[in-house]
Nanobody, 116 residues
C-alpha cells in the first residue's frame, strides 16, 4: 500500500514562486521515479518534471529553466521548486510515483493558481 500526500499549492502573482512537496509512504521499492504532472481545465494531464532515485531529472520544455525537481530519498519526498511562474502554469499538480513492477501511484493533487 502506497500513499502520496502533496502540499504547497496556492495563489501567486505572475513572476512569483512556489514549492510543492510530496511525501510517499508505504511499501516503496528503493528504485523508483517520482514526478510531477499537471492538468489544466480543458487540457490533458502532462508531465512537468520527474526524477529517478539516482537523481537523474527530466523536464517539460515549458518549465525548463524555471522549475527544479529534487528529492530526499531518506524521507521518500519529492519537491518541485517553481520560479518565474506564469498564468499558463495554473493547473492541478499531481505527484506520481512510478515503481518498476511496473506500477504507478498518484496523489490527489494540489491546486496552483497564477494570477494578477
Amino acid at each position: 500500500q502506497v500513499q502520496l500526500v502533496e502540499s504547497g499549492g496556492g495563489l501567486v502573482q505572475p513572476g512569483g514562486s512556489l514549492r510543492l512537496s510530496c511525501a510517499a509512504s508505504g511499501n516503496i521499492f528503493s528504485i523508483n521515479i517520482m514526478g510531477w504532472y499537471r492538468q489544466a481545465p480543458g487540457k490533458q494531464r502532462e508531465l512537468v518534471a520527474r526524477i529517478t532515485s539516482a537523481g537523474s531529472t527530466n523536464y517539460a520544455d515549458s518549465v525548463k529553466g524555471r522549475f527544479t525537481i529534487s528529492r530526499d530519498n531518506a524521507k521518500n519526498t519529492v519537491y518541485l521548486q517553481m520560479n518565474s511562474l506564469k498564468p499558463e502554469d495554473t493547473a492541478v499538480y499531481y505527484c506520481n510515483l512510478h515503481v518498476f513492477a511496473p506500477s504507478d501511484y498518484w496523489g490527489q493533487g494540489t491546486q496552483v493558481t497564477v494570477s494578477s
